[in-house]
Structures are given as structure tokens and as C-alpha cells.
């Protein structure tokens, strides 16, 4: 399963997620992939914001050498679930879509813990370390289920094979 995380810059939100996901999938035996891109350039090649970087560090896990990218419509090909962090980065990846089956695998990440609710994850780039918290518990919790289902998923493949 290979999995993108995307908010604007690829700065704050996509990086922690990345990274909550990874630490999660790292103690099952599921094949995966996690990455994360941003809608814009403002930042492609820059590390995490640092205040990410901290939040991250805060619970044990190292995102200082994630980059920051640009999503582009080939990550359609290479990604099997696309998550945006809201509802404007959601948009920005449906318009690169090019048909139903690129459009399927795009969702907000608060779906996977609160279906059909369409929440957002906020962006705390303007805000204080509070709201990197915030967001690292939000993350966390759709995180989890998300890993939750790649292992099902991998077990179910396993059984079949």
C-alpha cells in the first residue's frame, strides 16, 4: 500500500502525517510506502517547519529529513490513497485528476476517523506550538485507523496468497 499525505506547502501538516503514519506502520508487517507533497512550490526542497519538527520529535518520531514537494498528477500513478488536509488541498487534487479511478482514491484525512464528516485538519502555520498539538492529535487518530486498515488489508492479501 502506498499512501500521500498532502497539504499546501508540505511544510506542517503533510510532514507530521507522514511521519505518524510511518512510526505506525513500522511495528506491523505490512509492505507500504508513506510520502507527502504540498498543492504549491512555496517550499519544495525545505525541511518541515520546525515547530512540526518539534511537535513530532515531542512523541518520539524524527520527520528532519523529509523534503518538501510538489504534488504533481503522476503521484496518481504511484500512490494507492491520497489524503488532503482540507477541503482547498482537496480541490487542488481533484483538478489534476484525469478520471474516476484517480478520483477514488482521494479523501480528506479526518474521513478515515470520521466518515463523511469532511473535516479539516487547520493549519497552524500563522499560530502558536498549540496548534501544532492540535494537529498531531487529529493526525494521530486518523492515523491509526488508516494503519489499522493497511494491515487488514495485508492480511487479507496474505490469506488469499
Known sequence: ?????????NICRSPLAEGILKEKLSRSDSVHEVDSAGTAAYHVGEPP?????????KYGI???GQR???FTRADFD???????MDRSNLEDILALARDSRDISKVDLI?????P??????????YGGSDGFEKVFQLLKTSCEV?????????QAHNKKA
Open 1 to 9: 500500500m502506498k499512501v500521500l499525505m498532502v497539504c499546501l506547502g
Open 49 to 57: 517547519d520546525g515547530r512540526s519538527q518539534k511537535i513530532a520529535k
Open 62 to 64: 524524527d520527520i528532519s
Open 68 to 70: 518538501a514537494r510538489r
Open 78 to 84: 504511484q500512490f494507492d490513497r491520497i489524503y488532503a
Open 110 to 114: 479526518l474521513n478515515a476517523a470520521c
Open 116 to 125: 463523511g464528516e469532511d473535516r479539516q485538519v487547520p493549519d497552524p502555520y
Open 146 to 154: 488508516i494503519a489499522n486498515d493497511i494491515a487488514g488489508l495485508q
